[in-house]
């Protein structure tokens, strides 16, 4: 099933809260400024078929944007890339053993801005310390907070966090990073450039970044599957609508807002798949976030999707009627703790192998839906942005990534830009 999972790309977690380290500044207002959601649960066990073979072969021609990586890293440095969408000048990471049974130590951790590859600019190499400590020791199901580090990163600088990690320890990750990850042997976090490395494509305990700002500054949560995730976009280019974004809001001006891209590939609104499901995740991935004043909500073409095959367990399909309930509890939520919703259409996907007449209806009626209950505090119509006029069902060819399900780099601009921005100050 996980290959599956990879292979569509389609678009009991542990509640631990974060740990702040002693003396981490926690009179600042803070919010994140990148983050990343993990996978919390290995995929559950179910026996589908596998695509028709003339599918699957075009699926494994396409461009892959997972590489794959160890389920367990030992005396090995891991050296990951980073984007702020706010200008950060001080900063502290944040890390997770969300998986992990054992305990978790991390025997160094440094950050810099990067330059080239698995180079970083010497003179920002900072230290990173825990509680005044260089070792930091994460508990099962925990996450921890680093002290403050001055680094000044514009939004549209790489920043590189390097940790090293003794023993032999298994990974939480966020699998398709889109951003060069370098695993190298022996503690290399301050190196200048990594010798002997790897290159991966994903984020190992690092699951956010947080910068000192202002108290008038705030969070935009892009909540989703691998649509949001930016599966079919150019690796290493920032080009994920959740970034786009990003770059509209800081080029307006006004209110401060840094936006997250919380997607997972091939999650779903109701039940485990890649990842918890949305409702699952959405405290610790969303809720939890410091700063946060609003969700892009994109979820439910994973549960349309999968629904649709013919081996699929009763127990695993969603109906309309099941992934709107799904989005009124998200929204439900969010409201309790102060946060506004926007909620995103589903974009289009004949042509998909899993396309039918039955997921069309399915996908038009919770879009329908969207469009008009007033559920949300605002609504994008990413649908709409993405669509082929001609063939409604279809994405635009000149947004279609090629396996009819994922925007590539021009789509995921159109849905950016399908947002508007002044719902943020409203």
């Known amino acids: 099933?996980?290959?599956?999972?990879?292979?569509?790309?389609?678009?009991?977690?542990?509640?631990?809260?974060?740990?702040?380290?002693?003396?981490?500044?926690?009179?600042?207002?803070?919010?994140s400024v990148w983050a990343t959601a993990q996978e919390l649960l290995p995929p559950p066990v179910i026996a589908v078929p596998p695509p028709p073979p003339e599918i699957l072969a075009q699926l494994r021609a396409m461009p892959q944007r997972l590489i794959?990586?160890?389920?367990?890293?030992?005396?090995?440095?891991?050296?990951?890339?980073?984007?702020?969408?706010?200008?950060?000048?001080?900063?502290?990471?944040?890390?997770?053993n969300a998986v992990g049974k054992p305990p978790l130590t991390i025997s160094s951790a440094h950050i810099a801005l990067r330059a080239r590859g698995s180079a970083i600019l010497p003179a920002t190499d900072r230290t990173i310390t825990f509680g005044g400590k260089a070792i930091a020791y994460i508990p099962p199901g925990a996450m921890i907070v680093s002290d403050p580090v001055t680094l000044v990163a514009r939004p549209n600088q790489e920043v590189a966090v390097s940790l090293y990690v003794k023993g032999r320890s298994p990974v939480t990750a966020h699998p398709i990073g889109l951003n060069s990850t370098y695993i190298a042997p022996?503690?290399?976090?301050?190196?200048?450039?990594?010798?002997?490395?790897?290159?991966?494509?994903?984020?190992?305990?690092?699951?956010?970044?947080?910068?000192?700002?202002?108290?008038?500054?705030?969070?935009?949560?892009?909540?989703g599957d691998s649509i949001t995730d930016g599966f079919a976009t150019t690796p290493g280019q920032h080009r994920s609508w959740p970034e786009i974004?990003?770059?509209?809001?800081?080029?307006?001006?006004?209110?401060?807002?840094?936006?997250?891209?919380?997607?997972?590939?091939?999650?779903?609104?109701?039940?485990?798949?890649?990842?918890?499901?949305?409702?699952?995740?959405?405290?610790?991935?969303?809720?939890?976030?410091?700063?946060?004043?609003?969700?892009?909500?994109?979820?439910?073409?994973?549960?349309?999707?999968?629904?649709?095959?013919?081996?699929?367990?009763?127990?695993?399909?969603?109906?309309?009627?099941?992934?709107?309930?799904?989005?009124?509890?998200?929204?439900?939520?969010?409201?309790?703790n102060g946060i506004k919703v926007m909620g995103a259409t589903i974009t289009a996907t004949q042509g998909l192998w899993l396309y039918t007449a039955n997921s069309e209806a399915t996908r038009t009626a919770v879009n329908a839906w969207i469009r008009r209950s007033g559920t949300f505090d605002a609504?994008?119509?990413?649908?709409?942005?993405?669509?082929?006029?001609?063939?409604?069902?279809?994405?635009?060819?000149?947004?279609?990534?090629?396996?009819?399900?994922?925007?590539?780099?021009?789509?995921?601009?159109?849905?950016a830009e399908a947002i508007d921005l002044a719902a943020f100050g409203r």
């Open 379 to 415: 609504v994008v119509d990413f649908d709409q942005a993405t669509r082929d006029p001609a063939q409604q069902a279809r994405l635009r060819p000149d947004y279609d990534s090629g396996d009819h399900v994922h925007p590539n780099d021009a789509g995921t601009r159109a849905m």
């Open 245 to 336: 974004l990003a770059q509209r809001l800081r080029s307006r001006g006004g209110t401060p807002l840094s936006v997250l891209n919380m997607g997972i590939s091939g999650n779903r609104v109701l039940r485990d798949g890649a990842g918890a499901s949305a409702l699952a995740r959405l405290d610790r991935d969303a809720l939890s976030r410091p700063g946060v004043k609003w969700i892009v909500l994109l979820e439910g073409i994973n549960d349309i999707n999968m629904s649709q095959m013919a081996a699929l367990p009763a127990d695993q399909k969603a109906t309309a009627d099941d992934i709107i309930a799904g989005l009124k509890a998200i929204v439900a939520k969010a409201h309790l």
């Open 186 to 223: 022996g503690d290399q976090t301050g190196s200048a450039e990594l010798a002997k490395t790897q290159e991966v494509r994903s984020y190992f305990w690092l699951n956010g970044l947080e910068a000192a700002t202002t108290p008038a500054s705030g969070v935009v949560v892009a909540f």
């Open 1 to 31: 099933m996980k290959t599956l999972h990879r292979l569509l790309g389609c678009a009991s977690l542990a509640l631990a809260m974060p740990v702040s380290a002693a003396g981490s500044g926690s009179a600042q207002h803070w919010i």
């Open 68 to 96: 794959p990586y160890p389920d367990t890293v030992e005396d090995a440095t891991i050296r990951m890339v980073v984007q702020p969408t706010l200008a950060a000048a001080t900063m502290r990471i944040q890390l997770s």
